[in-house]
């Protein structure tokens, strides 16, 4: 993304690299995290509410491809960030957010995984620093922090073993 943003030998890739970054973080992520998370759960009652957060995390992705598809989007570099415009109906967009937090970062809380809240926690947290220091840059920082919160993966998989 970076490339075919500052430098004009991969322009070509700013396109696809934009549609790339967005269907994975918008569209696979808010099916992939309830869907591990009910993949992992032992009690029935907690799986049944992960069973319908990935219900509605797969009616956000069907919403997001369809605005992926109908509306605009593009992305630039901006105060040392890449900024995505999404020409989404605002509506929409608050929708999407909500849902989004909803789905993605609630579920790591659901769990009842020994260790899971060591995902959870970050996850929120740098959603909420993001949010606040970050509001235009929010899907490239956020990212960029669930990138390093990655790591808390190792953790918690360890911590599976174990048991």
Request: include cysteine.
């Amino acid at each position: 993304m970076w490339l075919s943003l500052s430098n004009e030998a991969f322009s070509a890739w700013h396109r696809p690299a934009t549609y790339l970054f967005l269907i994975f973080a918008q569209v696979v992520w808010p099916v992939w995290i309830p869907l591990a998370m009910m993949l992992l759960e032992k009690d029935r009652w907690r799986r049944q509410i992960l069973y319908t957060l990935l219900g509605l995390g797969l009616l956000l992705s069907a919403q997001t491809i369809y605005c992926l598809t109908f509306y605009s989007v593009d992305s630039r570099i901006a105060a040392y960030h890449i900024q995505y415009a999404l020409d989404f109906p605002p509506t929409w967009m608050v929708i999407l957010a909500i849902t989004y937090g909803i789905v993605t970062v609630f579920s790591t809380f659901l769990s009842t995984v020994r260790w899971m809240w060591v995902l959870g926690i970050p996850i929120a947290l740098s959603y909420l620093v993001t949010r606040i220091l970050f509001a235009d840059y929010v899907l490239s920082v956020w990212c960029f922090f669930a990138a390093i919160i990655s790591v808390a993966v190792v953790y918690v998989l360890a911590g599976m073993r174990k048991t």
